[in-house]
T-cell receptor
Framework: EADIYQTPRYLVIGTGKKITLECSQTMGHDKMYWYQQDPGMELHLIHYSYGVNSTEKGDLSSESTVSRIRTEHFPLTLESARPSHTSQYLCASSVDQSRNTIYFGEGSWLTVV | DQQVKQNSPSLSVQEGRISILNCDYT??????FLWYKKYPAEGPTFLISISSIKDKNEDGRFTVFLNKSAKHLSLHIVPSQPGDSAVYFC????????????FGQGTRLTINP
């Protein structure tokens, strides 16, 4: 059972607002990830981190930013939300490269109106 | 350029029968393959995986087959149960991508009573 938590689960905000999606894991995993998924589409990696003070952009370009100041915390921020940012955002973590499984949080559904 | 493809967006199977979900990939550098299961409004959960050095891995009702020459893998569920109704994602790890997973677009499996 993975212990990775995302808040908020559901959010509707207006265009131009700043939003931070929170992600925390209690497993001490070094590696953390943010995926974005639109309904019926594949999951796209938008950010990842291999440890504290390490962040990298993923395969899909995103206007969001991330930070990794603590091992257990990997928040994602949108400075100015737009309707095109409406999507599901999934946070995940994993132990190390020898273990191939990544564990997902329950996701944050963001709607920008 | 989609490297992992699940060409069937949906599949409907009778309870008790075998469900076969298919996945094709293009990148020969993928060395590990995983299947994730996703219920609505939840994050994906790990189901089963297979290393590229194997051609079969079995775990209870779930079996994954890998055909490297065809760059094809499949997930077999037998017997299918109503609780198996979910979206199934195929994922692959790029040997050069340091545990970043590439996901397919998912197949929605519906088990009919």
């Amino acid at each position: 059972e993975a212990d990775i938590y995302q808040t908020p689960r559901y959010l509707v905000i207006g265009t131009g607002k700043k939003i931070t999606l929170e992600c925390s894991q209690t497993m001490g995993h070094d590696k953390m990830y943010w995926y974005q998924q639109d309904p019926g589409m594949e999951l796209h990696l938008i950010h990842y981190s291999y440890g504290v003070n390490s962040t990298e952009k993923g395969d899909l370009s995103s206007e969001s930013t991330v930070s990794r100041i603590r091992t257990e915390h990997f928040p994602l921020t949108l400075e100015s939300a737009r309707p095109s940012h409406t999507s599901q955002y999934l946070c995940a973590s994993s132990v190390d490269q020898s273990r191939n499984t990544i564990y997902f949080g329950e996701g944050s559904w963001l709607t920008v109106v | 350029d989609q490297q992992v493809k699940q060409n069937s967006p949906s599949l409907s199977v009778q309870e008790g029968r075998i469900s076969i979900l298919n996945c094709d990939y293009t990148n020969s550098m993928f060395d590990y393959f995983l299947w994730y299961k996703k219920y609505p409004a939840e994050g994906p959960t790990f189901l089963i995986s297979i290393s590229s050095i194997k051609d079969k891995n079995e775990d209870g009702r779930f079996t994954v087959f890998l055909n490297k020459s065809a760059k094809h893998l499949s997930l077999h569920i037998v017997p299918s149960q109503p609780g198996d109704s979910a979206v199934y994602f195929c994922a692959a790890r790029d040997l050069q991508g340091a545990q970043k997973l590439v996901f397919g677009q998912g197949t929605r499996l519906t088990i009919n009573p």
